[in-house]
């Protein structure tokens, strides 16, 4: 009797996935997750496009399904968790894996609203684009009304659903991507201490706390790390030599679109604000020196670059662009402005002096 129950409970701890997949000639696929710290990696065999895999998954993680699409493959992100999943569809085309659906899995669900109104806001802010690219739309009353669904899209929803479910995993993993995309440490820290209690304790909850406990290195009023770097030239630059000037450290690349379509604002508010005691500083994370400086120099920018990695690992940052704005004694004052809200702040900065 004990041992039949011992079996049961085993096999209510499991993740049980099954699948039927139109269009898939692939004879395996693979199903990637983190579990107490450490990445598990399985290779599913698939016969005619119908696949079972088990996996010792008690509480919700994220994982990825890597199937097969037109002779490449494409990764599949979904919450694994306790129970009969089942996953229906097919990867003929691209309508239809933006169609594949998972069953079974509640926390997928919760999931998908999310992603749902998402791209609601996405939709959105794609229309006033076009109103204003036909000349349809005045830009004075989009412009507006496209910063604030930008900041909805960007971290304004995913707070908001945090806070309205503090016991729901996915909450966990959107605070995970808000940390990863450096929001302030004061904002993320309250959404960490709003969750439920046995959510922060959870194998799920402590990554993150982990990485909360990175992101405050660069609090609001901590000081920078101090560095010594060398220009384009090799002269040695370091925070020391802005002091008394309010400075944008900018994380790129020459290879980092974003970044590039990111210089134009920087230089606009550079020479704006320049003889007014405004500086930047490119930290630039390229590996090949002729690229990076063919970059510089197409972009026009005239501030002092250097390239580096190890302020972006001692700061966990996993993206760029990425930026801070520090004040005249290389204390933080904000994290990733770009855009409007970079030019918003250095209006409100020296609009004072």
């Known amino acids: 009797m004990l041992l039949v129950f011992s079996v049961k409970s085993q096999l209510q701890a499991q993740m049980r996935l099954s699948g039927q997949l139109g269009g898939c000639n692939a004879d395996s696929i693979s199903l990637s997750y983190m579990l107490n710290g450490k990445t ?3 290779r599913i065999p698939v016969k005619n496009g119908i ?3 088990t996996a010792p998954i008690d509480t919700p993680v994220m994982a990825t399904l890597k199937l097969p699409f037109q002779g490449q493959s494409f990764d ?3 919450f694994a968790e306790r129970g009969a999943l089942k996953l229906r569809g097919s990867v003929d085309n691209l309508d239809s894996i933006m169609n594949l659906s998972i069953t079974g899995a509640p926390t997928q669900n919760m999931f998908n609203s999310y992603i749902k109104a998402r791209m609601s ?3 959105q802010a794609d229309s006033l684009d076009a109103l204003m690219a036909n000349g349809s739309a005045d830009s004075t009353v989009v412009k507006p009304q496209l910063f604030k669904i930008g900041q909805m899209i960007s971290s304004g929803l995913a707070e908001q659903y945090i806070r309205n479910n503090p016991k729901n995993y996915v909450s966990l993993h959107l605070l995970s991507l808000l ?3 450096r929001i302030d440490y004061d904002r993320a820290n309250a959404l960490f201490q709003g969750i439920d209690k046995s959510l922060r304790a959870s194998s799920a909850g402590i990554p993150v706390k982990k990485s909360l406990s990175v992101l405050q290195l660069s609090a609001t009023g901590k000081p920078l790390k101090a560095f010594s770097i060398p220009d384009m030239d090799g002269k040695m630059v370091t925070l020391a030599d802005y002091k008394g000037k309010i400075i944008l450290v900018d994380f790129w ?3 980092c679109v974003p970044c590039r379509q990111e210089n134009p604002n920087l230089l606009e508010n550079y020479n704006k604000y320049h003889a007014k005691g405004f500086d930047i500083l490119g930290i630039s994370c390229d590996t090949d020196a002729a690229k990076w400086k063919k970059a510089v120099n197409e972009d026009n920018l005239p501030w002092k670059q250097v390239k580096d990695w190890e ?3 001692y700061y966990g940052l996993q993206s760029i662009p990425s930026n801070f704005l520090l004040d005249g004694n290389g204390n933080i004052l904000a994290i990733n402005l770009r855009g409007e809200e970079l030019t918003q702040k250095l209006d409100q900065i020296f609009s004072k002096k």
């Open 40 to 42: 598990h990696n399985n």
């Open 51 to 53: 696949f079972t895999v």
């Open 76 to 78: 599949y992100p979904f």
């Open 121 to 123: 806001l996405i939709k």
């Open 179 to 181: 940390i990863g995309s």
């Open 253 to 255: 690349a020459s290879w």
């Open 311 to 313: 302020i972006l690992k």
